[in-house]
């Protein structure tokens, strides 16, 4: 097996099992809100797939096609956490101030995990452990492209969108998802090194940055 998968296969899968653990938060929170929420969750499996089992990717993964198997699963997870955020919001639209406060809790629990590992946390060491666990398609889509890059900002500029169809065949504008991701950044970024922080210079242009 490890003739076909490498150390970016694992990195893939290891981002994919992060975001379910965020799935779960936001199914528990509609599964105190949502009626009939045991149907619901059916209906998105159906759609999407079910979450990864409690397995080793060498037992799981399809050998001949490792790309498209990975592939299939990021957008498997992004499908149903935009179909959930969808009932959820559907249902009340104030509640994405409790999904806000769910994607801040995991931010911070995420940067708890990752400076374990470090000792002097610098902007690059921010931003490289914070693409350890978001989503952004396959490396292959290059949807970032470093604009700068040092210990104390790196800046990046944001050069396609891969979520826009997936949040948006859920009937839930980007935009959300964008802002919940915001969330979610920035909490990483404070939790790791207070000195830091994240910014967005525009719609396109993001930084993490020593503060003044």
């Known amino acids: 097996m490890s003739l076909f998968l490498g150390k970016i296969h694992y990195w893939l899968f290891n ?3 992060w975001f379910e653990g965020l799935e779960d938060k936001v199914i528990e929170f509609s599964k105190a809100k949502i009626a009939d929420v045991d149907n619901l969750e059916n209906q998105i499996n159906l759609k999407y797939g079910k979450k990864l089992t409690n397995k080793n990717l060498e037992e799981i993964i399809d050998t001949s096609n ?3 198997w990975l592939q299939s699963k990021i957008h498997s997870a992004e499908g149903r956490m935009a179909a959930w955020t969808s009932a959820i919001l559907n249902d009340n639209n104030e509640y994405i101030s409790e999904l806000k406060k769910i994607y801040t809790e995991q931010g911070i629990n995420a940067a708890k995990e990752a400076k374990v590992k470090l000792t002097n946390v610098t902007a690059e060491d921010i ?3 914070m693409n350890d666990y978001i989503l952004d398609g396959m490396p292959c889509d290059r949807v970032n492209e470093i604009i700068t890059s040092n ?3 790196v800046e990046w500029k944001r050069r396609i969108c891969v ?3 997936i949040w948006e ?3 839930v504008p ?3 998802f964008y802002d919940l991701r915001n969330q979610w950044i920035s909490a990483f970024v404070n939790e790791m090194n207070k000195d830091y922080e994240y910014i967005e210079l525009d719609n396109d242009i ?3 940055r020593k503060r003044s």
């Open 15 to 17: 981002k994919v099992l």
């Open 66 to 68: 490792i790309h498209g």
């Open 127 to 129: 931003f490289n452990s």
């Open 151 to 153: 210990n104390e900002i």
């Open 163 to 165: 979520h826009k169809e």
């Open 169 to 171: 065949n859920e009937g």
């Open 174 to 176: 980007v935009e959300i």
């Open 206 to 208: 993001k930084a993490i």
